[in-house]
C-alpha cells in the first residue's frame, strides 16, 4: 500500500468554484503534513503545512484528522492560475518527505 | 538569487554510460535529498544526507551513488545508465535536519537515457 493516496483527479471546475482534495496516509507514527503545489514541468513548492486545528491561508483550507488518518485541502474561488498538480506530503521523524502523486486540478472560464 | 541549483538542466544518455547529477544550495541548509519523479507519479525519494558526512537511501536508491561534498553540495551519480533511470530529478534541501519544514527544490534535471 502507497504510504500516501490522493485521487489522481484531473477535477476540471469553472473558475469560481470550490473545490476539495483528499488524501489518506498509511503510517500513524506521521508528523508532520504539507501541501506542496507543482505547476507542469516545474518544481513543487510549499502551498501549506497543515495543523491538527486546522488552518486557512486566504482562499485556501487545510485540514487533518489524525484519528482517520486523512487530510483535505479546500479551495474557494478557484481561479485560472490555481491549475496545477497539488501533492499531500507527510514526514516521519527522522526521514525525508513522503510525496501523494498528485492530483491536478484545471480551472477554465 | 538564493536557492538550489541543479546541473545539468536536461541530458540525454546512452544505455551503460555513466554521469553524475550535481546539486547546490546556498542557504546554508543542513540537509539535501534527491527524488525522482515519473509520469503519473509522485517524487519518490533515492537518497537524502541529513547533515554534512552523512547519507541514508531512500525509497528506490538501486543504480544511484551520492556524495555530500560539503554543506553546500550533494551529487548524485549514475554508474551504467539504464532507460529505466529516465525521469525528472529534483534535489532539495531543508534547514532543520528532517523535520519536514522549509524545502527547497531545484528546478530539476531531465535525463533520457536511449
Known amino acids: 500500500r502507497k504510504e500516501v493516496e490522493q485521487d489522481p483527479g484531473p477535477f476540471n471546475v469553472p473558475e469560481g468554484a470550490t473545490v476539495a482534495f483528499n488524501c489518506t496516509y498509511s503510517n500513524s507514527a506521521s508528523q508532520s503534513f504539507f501541501w506542496y503545489r507543482q505547476d507542469c514541468r516545474k518544481e513543487p513548492k510549499l502551498l501549506m503545512s497543515v495543523y491538527s486545528s486546522g488552518n486557512e491561508d486566504g482562499r485556501f483550507t487545510a485540514q487533518l484528522n489524525r484519528a482517520s488518518q486523512y487530510i483535505s485541502l479546500l479551495i474557494r474561488d478557484s481561479k485560472l492560475s490555481d491549475s496545477a498538480t497539488y501533492l499531500c506530503v507527510v514526514n516521519q521523524a527522522g526521514t525525508a518527505l513522503i510525496f501523494g502523486k498528485g492530483t491536478t486540478l484545471s480551472v477554465s472560464s | 538569487n538564493a536557492g538550489v541549483t541543479q546541473t545539468p538542466k536536461f541530458q540525454v544518455l546512452k544505455t551503460g554510460q555513466s554521469m553524475t547529477l550535481q546539486c547546490a544550495q546556498d542557504?546554508?541548509?543542513?540537509?539535501m535529498y534527491w527524488y525522482r519523479q515519473d509520469p503519473g507519479m509522485g517524487l519518490r525519494l533515492i537518497y537524502y544526507s541529513a547533515s554534512e558526512g552523512t547519507t541514508d537511501k531512500g525509497e528506490v536508491p538501486n543504480g544511484y551513488n551520492v556524495s555530500r561534498l560539503n554543506k553546500r553540495e550533494f551529487s548524485l551519480r549514475l554508474e551504467s545508465a539504464a532507460p529505466s533511470q529516465t525521469s525528472v530529478y529534483f534535489c532539495?534541501?531543508?534547514?532543520?535536519?528532517?523535520?519536514?519544514?522549509?524545502?527547497?527544490f531545484g528546478s530539476g534535471t531531465r535525463l533520457t537515457v536511449v
Open positions: 542557504m546554508n541548509h543542513n540537509s
Open positions: 532539495a534541501s531543508s534547514e532543520d535536519g528532517l523535520s519536514g519544514y522549509g524545502y527547497t
